[in-house]
């Protein structure tokens, strides 16, 4: 591919009167190429499009997988070389992702087998977040100009749940996913979300590793919208959002405001009982784990003039010569405490976390609970599939599908 500014000295050389092969010689490029961009064929700054040669192998793979869903993607990679298949690893394990190719084992616990992707067919649901920004909230919520809302739909059913952030970054997107799939009791195997440079990477594209662990750890595949493609919106929730945010006192606590939200969630779906019904027996959610994603997330707050921190509806002490001061309120979501600390990152003060809504005052032991750190809860011990260990056999199907790729010129011989 040239770029824009290599294409402009070829054409003014072009102009100049210069031969194909000596403008080629002088770019380093092959002669092809140039007469390629002269005569219009390619365009500078984009990439022609190339076939994908993995379409020809997607049956063999998806019927492979179908019988062993804890097939290595190197043995099968193996396979298709044998098969004809001139990929890069790294290309074909791509399209392994983006087809969705990897079926859920029905003995491996929901959070996925240890070492594999997965699925989007966990459920047979798929639910669409949106991340919206909220302006002027209450400044009691301490979240300055903006606060973050996180709005979960299921595709199938069209109910939805909606939860409030104070923060904009990836561990306040994690928690909000967690309390929206904990509103619904269960998480569908698809997750949708629009290219939101919280989760999505600019530069690649892709979804960012940090999110696609979260996504990992509920058992769920990520798929990003097209670039410049927003879904269309409900215009019936979007007006009763707007109504609800508008209406919003400027006095209200965080917790008020998502105890509205969630009545407004829960009249919708009562508008329309029977259809919400069906939709919850036809598509069993699988369970969420335990805990939520141990994401930790930091959130800047200033002391009080009673040396007390404000924190989600709640008060935490610290000294009380640090009032005016700015800290750091750290809250690992799996863990029942929340630490404070300066902006140099020393401990001041470490409180039991208070329980939503509850508007306390947390102040015992505020000076020695920064040299205590509770005991983490241990996890449960989930047993891995036994299956998975277990190398099976090419079906049938799948010697059909090889013969058919062979007979095709695709490959070259049966992988044995």
Known sequence: MLARNEYL?????HLQGWSI???ARHLRRDRKTVRSYLGGGRVAGVRSATPDVFLLFLPYCRQRLADDPHLLATRLYAEVVELGYLGAYSTFTRALRRHLLRPPCTHCPPGGYPGGPADASRGGQEIRFDWLRLSAPPARWGCGTHAQLLIGTLTTSGRWRGVLSDGDDLPHLAEAIDRVLRRFGGTPGCWRLGRTPVACSVATGQPKPAFTRVARYYGAAVQLGPAGHADPPDEARGAVLRDWWYGTARDTWLTGAQ???????????AQDAQDAQDARDGHRLPALPATPFPARLC???VVGPQGLVPYRDSFYAVQPDLAGALVTVHHRLDEPYLSIATPTGAVIARHRLAPPGSARTMADDAGTSALERPARLARPQV???RDGWRRKPLSRQALAEAQALRASGGGRDTPR
């Open 259 to 269: 105890e509205e939200l969630d009545r407004l969630a829960l009249c919708q779906d």
């Open 9 to 13: 000295e070829m054409q003014g050389l």
């Open 383 to 385: 047993p891995a599939c």
């Open 299 to 301: 959130t800047h707050r």
């Open 21 to 23: 092969s000596a403008i």
